[in-house]
Nanobody, 122 residues
Framework: QVQLRESGGGLVQAGGSLRLSCAFS????????MGWFRRAPGKEREFVAS????????YYTDSVKGRFTISRDNAENTVYLQMNGLKPEDTAVYYC???????????????WGQGTQVTVSS
C-alpha cells in the first residue's frame, strides 16, 4: 500500500516562498507519476502540477506557471513543489498524489496524501 506524507506548509506573506515535500513509501517510487492538487476554502479540489517518473516532463495549471516548480528525487522517494511569488489566492490545502504510470498524467490519482495547509497573507 502506498503512503504519501506531505510537509512544508505554513503561513507566508504575499510574494514569499514555500517548498512542499511529499515522502512516498510502500511501492517503487519510480513507477509512479506524482502530482500536487489543492483545495481552497469553498472550492473544489484542483490540479496544480504533475511530473513523470523520470522527472523530465511536467505539467502545470495556468495560474501557477512561472511561479511553481515540481521536481522529484527518485533516490529519496520524494516529490517537491517549490512555490515562489505566492499570492493570497494560492491559499489552500495542498495534497500530494500518485498514479501508477510513467507519464506525467496523474489525474485521477490512485493515492492521496493527507494534505498540508498553505496560507498566504496579503
Amino acid at each position: 500500500q502506498v503512503q504519501l506524507r506531505e510537509s512544508g506548509g505554513g503561513l507566508v506573506q504575499a510574494g514569499g516562498s514555500l517548498r512542499l515535500s511529499c515522502a512516498f513509501s510502500g511501492r517503487s517510487f519510480s513507477s509512479y507519476a506524482m502530482g500536487w492538487f489543492r483545495r481552497a476554502p469553498g472550492k473544489e479540489r484542483e490540479f496544480v502540477a504533475s511530473i513523470n517518473w523520470s522527472g523530465d516532463t511536467s505539467y502545470y495549471t495556468d495560474s501557477v506557471k512561472g511561479r511553481f516548480t515540481i521536481s522529484r528525487d527518485n533516490a529519496e522517494n520524494t516529490v517537491y513543489l517549490q512555490m515562489n511569488g505566492l499570492k493570497p489566492e494560492d491559499t489552500a490545502v495542498y495534497y500530494c498524489a500518485a498514479r501508477a504510470q510513467g507519464t506525467a498524467v496523474v489525474d485521477p490519482p490512485d493515492y492521496w496524501g493527507q494534505g498540508t495547509q498553505v496560507t498566504v497573507s496579503s
